[in-house]
């Protein structure tokens, strides 16, 4: 197990595997987000309350989930590359971080166009969940500008590291803070007891698009880490092998 | 020589001597102490003088307006935390030495609390006065103020050890505290705010209490690593 672990942790075996894998990823992610976006758009009936204003959750939902998988990917990943050394993990905090940014605006924005027909505004304080997302937002920006202002890659990969460990103490707070504090934003509807409130024509689509978001996460992040990995390596024998091979096959 | 025979300070000596060095260094350099005191005061002046003078407005505003002040007021501190010790080399010695660092980086935080956070609770009546704060919220408002300064000391820390090598360390240090001391900020300024409409403030100060303790057991680690790959 540790000999498999090893192997798959060496970047020029990963950088080898993820090319492998990233285009059954996409492809997957591809299908996955092409039918949740079909059903979810024409075919899933109308809310009774909202109209058809709450189709935005088909990308809503997905885009928060994925903003706190990526911190959880990020800090568990930097965990590892702190305390193991692990070099390809630092890789897949750095890769996953842009990311995470992307997804948590994609989150604010869709919940802000959201909110002015249902809350006739287009931001509300007083919602905890919108005001959390937006400090993740900020402790995105902060790894990224802490990682950008260390020039030398493995302090910027341990600085990073720790600050993202200290950060991650703040994701349990966004995901409980629904109950923490009362507030205008629905309550939690998947995860409940009594299972989900929500009819299966408007479930499905949901879940898929939801394990669409992740599976392009996931190809997105292999294809960075892709990058990143060439990068950190540059100066190795593997990657000057791997340039010569490419050009003689042009 | 072999190690164990060094005379080694016990962890509370080592810990009781950085705090005395560090309190002995800011009465030396009074202005460190007395700078963000003044911005503070100043802070909280400049919000009347942007809103209006109105009772009302300020008796609304002032819970959060303190707190902000405070907040920043803290942050201006804490980014000499670490500087000039990196500065002087005296960093390395206290990395090199056979105290833990932890309990070291312990020492600092509280030092800096007790040189910039405790002045910032005992001057805050006098500003919340000005904002026409009833009796009861400015008793919450300092106990408030100094679990949530107590928090931002260590906090800060953390911060200022990733930052401490960095040119542009300090914009950078608030970027990477300000999302993290959101929670505090929040708590504080809303239960001062509840004290000052008579309503109930245990939850609010119950949880800056957790948060301070959470803060007293973790960050002095977190800080203890940041310092070490900071200073390498």
């Not at chain 1, 005001?131 to 950008?148: K, N, Q, V």
Request: proline fraction near 6%.
């Amino acid at each position: 197990m540790w000999k498999i672990l090893q192997k798959l942790a060496s970047p020029p075996h990963f950088y080898q595997l993820a090319a492998k894998i990233i285009p059954w990823l996409a492809v997957s992610a591809l299908l996955l987000i092409t039918y949740g976006t079909v059903a979810g758009l024409f075919f899933a009936p109308a809310d009774y309350q909202q109209g058809d204003a709450f189709r935005i959750i088909y990308v809503h939902v997905p885009a928060a989930y994925l903003s706190m998988l990526a911190y959880s990917v990020m800090a568990i990943s930097a965990g590892i590359g702190l305390i193991w050394r692990m070099k390809l993990a630092h890789a897949v905090a750095a890769g996953a971080a842009p990311l995470g940014a992307w997804f948590t605006f994609l989150a604010l924005a869709t919940g802000s166009i959201w909110g002015r027909p249902m809350w006739g505004t287009w931001w509300e304080w007083g919602d905890p969940r919108l005001t959390s997302e937006l400090i993740m937002l900020f402790l995105y920006f902060g790894y990224m500008a802490l990682r950008a202002a260390i020039d030398d890659t493995q302090k910027a990969d341990r600085a990073g590291a720790i600050l993202a460990l200290v950060g991650a103490v703040n994701v349990p707070i966004i995901h409980f803070s629904v109950e923490w504090w009362s507030s205008l934003h629905q309550g939690p509807t998947l995860v409940r007891e009594g299972g989900p409130a929500i009819v299966p024509a408007m479930l499905y689509p949901l879940l898929a698009m939801i394990f669409g978001f992740s599976l392009l996460f996931g190809a997105l992040l292999l294809s960075r880490v892709r990058t990143e990995v060439l990068y950190r390596e540059r100066r190795s024998r593997w990657v000057r092998n791997l340039l010569l091979s490419s050009e003689e096959s042009h | 020589m072999n190690s164990s025979e060094v005379n080694v300070p016990s962890l509370m000596n080592g810990l009781k001597s950085i705090i005395r060095r560090d309190l002995l260094l800011a009465w030396k350099r009074p202005g460190d102490v007395l700078n963000p005191l003044f911005f503070f005061a100043m802070v909280s002046t400049l919000f009347p003088l942007a809103v209006g003078p109105a009772a009302e407005q300020l008796a609304i505003s002032g819970p959060g307006v303190l707190w902000v002040a405070a907040l920043l007021a803290a942050l201006l501190s804490l980014n000499g935390l670490f500087l000039s010790d990196f500065e002087d080399g005296s960093l390395d010695q206290i990395i090199l030495s056979p105290q833990p660092l932890p309990l070291l980086a312990l020492g600092k935080s509280i030092a800096h609390w007790l040189v910039s956070g405790l002045p910032l609770v005992m001057v805050s009546p006098l500003i919340a006065l000005t904002f026409r704060m009833p009796a009861e919220a400015v008793d919450v408002l300092m106990l408030t103020l100094a679990l949530g300064t107590i928090s931002l000391s260590l906090l800060g820390s953390i911060g200022a050890a990733l930052t401490v090598g960095l040119n542009r360390g300090n914009a950078l240090l608030s970027l990477l505290i300000l999302p993290l001391a959101m929670p505090v900020l929040i708590f504080g300024a809303r239960t001062v705010a509840l004290a000052a409409s008579d309503d109930a403030v245990a939850a609010g100060i119950y949880f800056l209490a957790a948060y301070c303790m959470l803060a007293l057991s973790l960050a002095p680690f977190a800080t203890a690593a940041a310092l070490k790959i900071s200073n390498e």
